[in-house]
């Protein structure tokens, strides 16, 4: 077991001698594993350990900003991981701690607790209290310089009232620590034996040969205190010679010196005696009277004298003052001649600095006049260019326009033609089948003809039963169903065999009613290389670029990305995900989206998401197979749109998710803070959004600002959800007195609505209902929120969907009390698929106004707390009313065939075909 000796002082007993003793050699003491801690040091020892406890300290006390618990957990983890089997911890403000000086309600019992499982000593020095206060007395005179001001015997006696009753303050340490491990030692004794230091270290039980500290807070001979005294009555900067002479003047016999009078100290001792004695038969029975000897002229003649100042000692002291002011006078006078000396070399280095400044600056004024002419000539060129490209590019368009007209009409005539001769060798082949005759001759060619298409590479018997058979009751097997039925209904017997071509281009094939895979057979046909995957189309190709993998269990704009990449594959287009940020990769996530048939390229050696440069060299290599690049939020638009838009001459969409400077904006408003940012961001957002072909927002408020404050007409609203289902709302007859909060702590408007609704909103509801539990889930929630010492407030952290779901059936009300923000809020929308009914400000319930007349805004403490207590109370039949609009809302404006009637028909006005791109 690991031993701790706390030496707790007390003050005026040569502490500070025996820290710095302790300080000078904690390298040899490591060396015999004994260490001093780092932690809670300051000021050479560890003063912040029982500082963090103390209240009323000085102002210039680096006192920790740690509280005592987080000081204490790092002080048991620091001697837990060091190998040393000692560790000191010496404060003589520990003897401090009371009921009186502790702030909050701390006790030693708390220190005890949290060295429990150590083996601790308690070691402290006593001196006679007459002397203990005649010391502080004379070191207030002799440290002047810190400002101490000098204190009355009284005032020095009053403040350490609980230090002094030396029986009560081992009464406390022995109740916290057990008295069987405190060590009371005469500072007496172990000063006039070998001294404070070797006794302390025969105490710790150090033997080993240590260095000597220099002696420390030593004290003055009682002349020189005496004249202290008087100097510390004057300001230092007003000290003159006629100041000094009417101090050694005041100092006559009719003067007491500095220390106490003989009768003040007969005083204090009366008071201390007694308890003095049965504290010294408690820890030093053997001689007890020797332990704290009462204060006599043999022990303490300078405490009891009534000697004065004489004559001489004032000429003395005078003299030596007065050499000293002489000699400091002229050491300052020195150094100031030194100073003006380098400065005067400063002055000249500068003035020839300006004066080459200044040659610099003309002749870079030279340089720009020219470089300006320069820049005007090519200026005109450039214009020049720019209008001989525009009228080119007119020319080019039109040319397209031409041209693109021709490939439609022409693509128009193949495929009339195309299918007007498919349909005939259809017709042909079907003809043919139904002349072969007579019907014994027909089964014998089936029977050999099915074995033939059943052992043929052309066929796929699984491929084929799971694209036509899947749901069919039809006892015939594959091969025959081929043969008998599905040649001539077009169907196809795998992925690499295109029956329909096969027929219209064998003509003699489909005169004659042999089927397409045994004629293939029999002809020993392959189909050519650019024919393996006839089947397949070519897909258009949209790139979408969002910050991250949509962790679409976590945030809104997550899930709303990963919505929209369902619909894309839902309508049948190719879908390649950019990630913008280069965090780590979600192995997990990485594979489901995968899985999903998107394609995500990874730098695969070290797991992270390519880099925008990276990305650059990406989409320009893949440029002709791209028909759109979908960019989402202003960030991850700073790095793409004019590269995309400007460089590849790609269309582009454009998601603001929210309008970020909106937010921004409120943010300011509510906090009082400046608004420069939202400016900022207000401009970046208005040159996207003036970039991009097509811009979206979730909300058609959103939209409005747009075209208003923008001018830009380019824009459209869109759900910011797609479900394709509808979660069913639980009975309130099962649901329990909880509320539920759901928002991502990563967002500074959830931090500042859930602290607005605990400190205000709360306190109302929980006098009305004492019971009510508050659910709040969100990732990474602030250590001030979880700290809070309320067992009705759980903090869930991060849940799945499948724990949330949970979650709402179990509640009566969700609260939304976002002072701030903007968009869409995806918590309304999931409350709305839950049927849970919900309290909410304006701000949450911005963007969707459907719910108008519906749910109430409430944007005060009062009226929200009021709205929450009467939903609890709603009945199943309002409760019923409620969801089913809900509902409503939901299949209308937040479906999956609602986001399908929305972005297909925008996808093909907006899409150019590849076979058009590739052709300007």
Known sequence: MKKIIIHIGIHRTATTALQSFLRENKLLLEDHSIRIPETGYALGSSHQLPWCFLRDLPTHYPVSPLSHRELFNNLIEEIDSRPESIFILSSEDFCLIDKDSAKENPSLDE??????????????????????????????????????????????????????DYEKLLERWGKAFGEDNLCVRSFHLAVSEDGIIADFLSQVGIEMELKTSTPTNQSLDEKTLSFRKYLNTLPVETVTLADLESGLNALSRDTPAASLDRATAKKYQGVYTEINQRVAASFSPLNPLNFLPPINDQLYPEILTDRHISLDDKLNLSNALFAQLSSDHLNTITRIEQDFVL??????????????????????????????????????????????????????????????YQVHALQDNLLQSEHIHTDMAMQSFRRARRAISPRRRLNETFGKDERIIQFSPLFDESYYRDLYLKDSTTRLTAAKHYLKIGAAAGFNPSAHFN????????????????????????????????????????????????????????????????????????????????????????????????????????????????????????LETNQSQINLVYIHRPHVAEHYM?????????????????????????????????????????????????????????????????REEFGITSIKTLPLYLYDDQSKSSSIAERSERILFVGSFQHQPNIDGLRWFIEHIYPKIKTKTPNILIDIVGKNPPSDFTSLEDSQLIFHGYVGDEELELLYAQVKVVVMPLRYGAGVKGKVLEAMRHGVPFVATSCALEGIPELAGIIPATDDDISFANAVLTMLTKNEHDLKILTDQFAEIIQTFYSLRAGKSLMAPLLEEYLLPQSERTNQ
Not at 383 to 399: D, S, W, Y
Not at 548 to 569: C, M, S, V, W
Not at 587 to 611: C, P
Request: some cysteine.
């Open 642 to 706: 004019s590269y995309c838009k400007n460089i590849l001459e790609l269309p582009v969409w454009y998601m603001c998710h929210d309008l970020h400077y909106l937010r921004l904006q409120r943010e300011a408003a509510i906090k009082g803070k400046d608004s420069e940012q939202a400016l900022i961001m207000k401009e970046k957002e208005r040159h996207f959004f003036a970039m991009a072909d097509l811009n979206f927002t979730p909300s058609r408020e959103e939209e409005r600002l747009v």
């Open 111 to 164: 220190i005890a607790n949290y060295l429990k499982k150590y083996d601790v000593t308690i070691i402290a020095y006593l001196r006679n209290q007459v002397e203990f206060i005649s010391s502080y007395l004379n070191q207030a005179i002799k440290a002047y310089d810190t400002r101490i001001v000098p204190q009355t015997a009284e005032s020095v006696n009053s403040y350490f009232k609980n230090v002094l």
């Open 499 to 618: 029956t329909i071509e096969y027929i219209r281009s064998h003509a003699h094939v489909a005169l004659a009613g042999i089927n397409p895979i045994v004629h293939a057979e029999q002809t020993r046909y392959t189909l050519p290389e650019s024919k393996t995957n006839v089947t397949a189309h070519k897909k258009q190709h949209i790139v979408i670029i969002d910050h991250e993998i949509p962790k679409f269990d976590q945030n809104a704009g997550a899930r709303h990305t990963h919505h929209y990449i369902k619909l894309f594959l839902e309508l049948d287009y190719d879908v390649t995900f950019l990630p913008f940020c280069d965090d780590p990769v979600d192995l997990s996530l990485l594979q489901s989206i995968r899985q999903m048939g998107v394609t995500v390229l990874t730098h695969e050696e070290e797991n992270k998401i390519w880099t925008p440069a990276a990305w650059h060299g990406w």
């Open 343 to 404: 400065l005067r070399e400063d002055l000249h280095g500068i003035r020839e600095d300006t004066h080459q400044a200044r040659d610099d600056f003309h002749m870079q004024r030279d340089d720009f006049q020219l470089q300006r002419k320069e820049f005007v000539k090519q200026e005109e060129e450039y214009n020049k260019l720019k209008q001989k490209l525009l009228e080119i590019r007119g020319e080019l368009n039109e040319l397209k326009e031409s041209h693109s």
